[in-house]
């Protein structure tokens, strides 16, 4: 995280592995993001401060490229679940899949 104006540069993660993709919520102190801190990309999410960090999603897949719906309720993310194809999928914000 930066100040506006470049100042007060802050990691969040403090992971050696690849932490990307992050997405802050329209409404809510958290944010979401793809790591493959546990080996494969997972998407975990976090408080805004970067303490609790939560993997979501648990699949031999790559999950990919989060982010909140406009009601901060639920996360939006692809992966290559479905036989390699890369499909759009839900959850709630503690990882339980939604179906739409």
């Known amino acids: 995280m930066i100040d506006i104006d470049g100042a007060n540069l802050k990691n969040l993660t403090g992971s050696e592995k690849d932490d990307k993709e992050p997405a802050w919520p329209p409404k809510g102190d958290k944010i979401c993001f793809k790591s493959k801190r546990d080996g494969n990309c997972e998407i975990y999410v976090m408080a ?36 390699g194809n890369w499909d759009i999928y839900k959850m709630n914000i503690d990882g339980q899949m939604l179906f739409v």
């Open 48 to 83: 805004i401060d970067g303490q609790n960090p939560l993997r979501l999603t648990n699949h031999p897949k790559m999950d990919k490229v989060p982010n909140w719906s406009p009601d901060s309720k639920s996360i939006v993310f692809t992966s290559n679940r479905n036989r």
